[in-house]
């Protein structure tokens, strides 16, 4: 029974003492805040006391008020409004403060939380961080956030694959930091509003986000400052911050209407050549049969015109020169009628495809949203759409997508606040066969890709003299190629002041993702050649789920001592991941017009899941000493199911600092030139993780037979990137900033398929058998042109360069694509990412050296390139001296009469 008392007596103390801290001493603080220059009150202001977790929002009439934690004697005061510089005052007891920000056209003082154990203004940061705030992302309107970060960072690299709507770009910080990317991403890691989103995994979610949603990104841009986040952050960072409410002055409640109107034309065309090489009967303007020497119906599709060689000579035989304008409409059906003349087009009679096939398409955008403020909640809602046309706006529907955001944080007693945020989104998008891009620019001017037979169908074969190109146009029209995607973010966080000096934290995160895909040739199908897997209609579907869910708890201590503020941040995360993949095709369908798998005569099916688990632990701390030497450290411990049972704990870290020598008492004299100057410094390792598959033993299955395919490898780890960073940032009389950067990566445990030995069984093994090393130099200038109160104009400049080579490569060299020609060299000691083949000869010093002696039979033409021309001519007298078709002799390389030269470059 004594123990008993005892523990009862030992909780009531604990419980009296928390609540005696919590309830005792507090001093509260008002006033307002204003814009220094012109004494307007800054609605919407937000006013904390520094290292914990009180702070509030001024109201409509810029005023604010708040209750100073009990237990600290003293307290730092900080009012903070987007675009101004931030103000801090040291306050004792009860009182009014009023603040008077000044304005901050170069943005200085923009506070940084990514990456860092407390947030820090953008004077402190001691590694290379950039942030855009609302205040910038509205100044013109985005239709995808994307292009929102485009051109505003150096470093940053946003490059869209394809133009079809939909589609999102993809975005590379800092280069490429693997060799081989095969089932990875070089995308960096993605945070919305704390949910962590794994590129590589849950794929972007660039794509899903309204841009209208957004107030805030930050982008770390490699492992020296993005060491926190381990093992999935060695492409750097990029943390966005949708609206919440609080952005809004105290008491208010806005509601916000958007549309916008636009539209979408084709950037630039493809020339194509309207005219002809065969022969023409004079007196009819029909083509001859090469057959028969007879006229005949440029309709018909069983003729075939005689070309028409620019010369008698035997060299000439096969050289043609497409000079003659186009007569009739070549389209359409033998005997059916005379042949319709073709429309004069401007005097060069014909239809030119380009312009015809691709239309100008709309794409409209409506966002409303509502948002409330109060002392103790505050909420964001949004609804938008976003529809898209694109360019073939008059075949497929385009791309169609609407979201629903809601976010909301509660204040509740005890210093507990919770936080709430959501976005579900809804996409459909009818896309294109890519190949009709192209397949346009074969078809000569003379046919009507847009006529249709007497069935109102397009011609599948429009051009009667080709029995191979399909009509782009009917496949367009007729080829249902449908996606759609539900994707769900749902994100929760807490934070618990226990006392002024600790915090604890935590946050869950939900993310699904649900695709589908369907690819549709009805029953009845054309095709140029008979293929009845396809004329008797054939179905493809796919269904691509995902499920990742991460939580993280923490704690925070935060402390003031004198001069030096102190921050130390211990957390442990969780993620787990669920990907299920299904498909189906069916072949030769029963029914027309019933686009489901089971009518199918013939049907094949696919399957596979993978689940992932991880978890990971970080400690890190931060110290601002007298606002000038800031320190920022941080170690990080990850475990993971993709890394190779023998190697499944991997470490990172970090080391970074900066020095502000402008605060220094010996920079009194300078201080009028340069008000800010820093130099910094960091040093940083983060991952890379291996896909799925990439550890274990993979078989094949085909024909009924089984075979090896992948040797797996229980020693598999994840790259490692290890960064170093050296940085200064300065202004110059508040009117220009500049941000210099030089930084070294080391990428080691490159991930690589190595090819195997026959006796192995397997053709490859995936292992860590590479390094690529990398330089990179980044410039950043901002200037304030012009700052009055009815106009501001403000130019930016960013350059960056970077230089990456593989310094070791444990595997045979050879050469890859990246969707064309086998243009990339891979070896040891070569420059990643150039292109290696033939150069074009420009002078006659690139000439094989056995060749030079003949220098004068070769002339650079009127494009610039090196031609083969023959002792005594010039390259202009092809035609004249019938010239084209011969070839040289006597040389070390055969030489065709003005063709350009291609050599391969001994560098």
């Known amino acids: 029974m004594e123990g008993m008392y005892m523990r009862k007596s030992i909780t009531l103390s604990i419980g009296m003492f928390l609540l005696s801290g919590l309830l005792l001493g507090q001093f509260k603080v008002s006033g307002n805040v204003t814009d220094a220059n012109s004494g307007d009150k800054l609605v919407g202001a937000n006013v904390i006391v520094e290292g914990t977790e009180t702070g509030t929002s001024t109201d409509v009439d810029g005023n604010y008020s708040l209750t100073v934690p009990a237990g600290l004697s003293t307290a730092k005061v900080t009012a903070r409004y987007i675009g101004f510089k931030q103000a801090t005052v040291t306050v004792t007891a009860s009182g009014t403060q009023d603040f008077s920000l000044k304005e901050d056209v170069l943005k200085m003082d923009a506070v940084m939380v990514t990456g860092v154990a407390g947030a820090l203004t953008k004077t402190k940061t001691p590694f290379a961080i950039d942030k855009i705030d609302s205040d910038v992302l509205e100044l013109a309107p985005a239709t995808t956030v994307e292009s929102l970060i485009r051109g505003k960072s150096a470093g940053v690299k946003v490059v869209k694959a394809t133009g079809e709507p939909g589609y999102g770009a993809s975005v590379q910080l800092r280069g490429a930091t693997s060799i081989n990317a095969s089932g990875r991403s070089q995308a960096p890691l993605y945070i919305i509003d704390g949910i962590i989103i794994d590129p590589s995994i849950s794929g972007s979610p660039m794509g899903d986000i309204s841009p209208d949603d957004v107030k805030s990104i930050e982008i770390i841009k490699g492992a020296a400052g993005a060491s926190e986040y381990g093992a999935r952050a060695a492409n750097g960072v990029i943390a966005i911050s949708t609206k919440r409410g609080s952005e809004i002055g105290l008491g208010q409640t806005r509601f916000n209407y958007k549309m916008e109107q636009g539209y979408n034309e084709l950037n630039g065309s493809i020339e194509t050549n309207g005219s002809h090489f065969y022969k023409v009967d004079p007196a009819t303007g029909y083509f001859i049969d090469s057959d028969s020497g007879e006229p005949y119906d440029p309709r018909d599709n069983t003729k075939n015109p005689e070309p028409n060689n620019y010369s008698d000579s035997s060299w000439a035989n096969g050289y043609y020169f497409a000079d003659q304008p186009y007569k009739y409409v070549a389209t359409g059906e033998a005997g059916d009628g005379s042949p319709v003349l073709l429309p004069d087009n401007g005097g060069r009679p014909g239809f030119n495809h380009v312009d015809r096939f691709f239309s100008d398409g709309d794409f409209t955008k409506h966002n409303f949203s509502m948002m409330r403020n109060e002392e103790n909640f505050n909420v964001f809602v949004s609804l938008s759409n976003h529809s898209e046309d694109g360019v073939f706006g008059d075949y497929i529907d385009g791309f ?134 396809y004329n008797e209609g054939n179905l493809g579907k796919t269904s691509t789920s995902e499920e990742a869910i991460n939580g993280d708890v923490g704690l925070t201590y935060a402390t003031q001592t004198g001069d030096m503020d102190l921050i130390v941040r211990g957390r442990y995360n969780y993620e787990s991941y669920n990907y299920n993949y299904n498909s189906g095709s069916a072949w030769k369908l029963a029914v027309g017009d019933v686009p489901q798998l089971e009518t199918g005569e013939e049907k094949s099916v696919n399957s596979s899941n993978q689940i992932i688990n991880s978890d990971g632990a970080n400690v890190g701390a931060q110290i601002d000493f007298k606002d000038r030497y800031i320190v920022d450290v941080a170690v990080r411990q990850d475990r993971s199911s993709l890394f190779g049972p023998e190697s499944r704990v991997n470490n990172y870290y970090k080391l970074s600092g900066a020095y502000r020598l402008s605060e220094e008492g010996f920079w009194s004299s300078l201080k009028g030139i340069f008000p800010e100057f820093k130099v910094r410094f960091s040093q940083g390792t983060a991952g890379v993780r291996p896909a799925f598959s990439q550890q274990y033993e993979t078989w094949s299955v085909a024909g009924g037979n089984i075979s090896k395919s992948v040797l797996g490898n229980n020693d598999l780890k994840p790259q490692t990137t290890t960064e170093t960073e050296f940085g200064v940032d300065f202004s110059i009389m508040d009117i220009v900033s500049v941000e210099l950067t030089q930084s070294s990566s080391l990428n080691e445990d490159q991930l690589l398929p190595v090819p195997l030995a026959g006796f192995y069984g397997y053709s490859a093994q995936w292992r860590n058998a590479g390094t690529l090393e990398a330089e990179a130099t980044e410039v950043s200038i901002n200037a304030s042109v012009i700052n009055t109160r009815d106009m501001s104009l403000t130019l930016g400049l960013n350059w960056d360069k970077y230089d990456q080579n593989i310094t070791e490569f444990n595997m045979p060299a050879y050469l890859y694509s990246a969707g064309g020609p086998l243009v990339f060299y891979m070896k040891n000691e070569t420059q990643y990412a150039s292109f290696w083949g033939t150069k074009w000869t420009r002078a006659t010093s690139d000439l094989p050296a056995d060749d030079q002696q003949y220098a004068s039979q070769f002339e650079v033409n009127d494009e610039g390139f090196l031609v083969w021309v023959g002792e005594g001519n010039t390259y202009q007298d092809g035609i004249a001296k019938t010239l084209w078709g011969k070839a040289s002799s006597d040389m070390s390389q055969t030489y065709n009469w003005g063709r350009p030269i291609q050599y391969v470059d001994p560098d």
């Open 400 to 533: 169609n997508r609407n979201t629903f955001r809601l976010n909301t944080d509660v204040n509740l007693p005890y210093g507990i606040k919770l936080g709430f945020s959501s976005l579900l989104s809804k996409s459909l998008k009818e896309e294109a066969n890519t190949g009709a891009f192209f397949d346009i620019t074969f078809f000569p001017w003379d046919i009507d890709i847009l006529k249709k037979d007497p069935n109102d169908e397009f011609y599948i074969q429009p051009d009667p003299r080709n029995q191979e190109e399909a009509n782009p146009v009917y496949q367009m029209a007729n080829n249902e190629r449908l996606s759609t995607r539900d994707r769900a973010l749902l994100g929760t966080n807490f934070s618990w002041s226990i006392t002024p000096q600790f915090k604890a934290v935590g946050s869950m995160s939900f993310d699904r993702s649900a695709r589908l895909w369907k690819n549709y040739y009805p029953k009845g199908w054309l095709t140029v050649t008979p293929s009845p897997n």
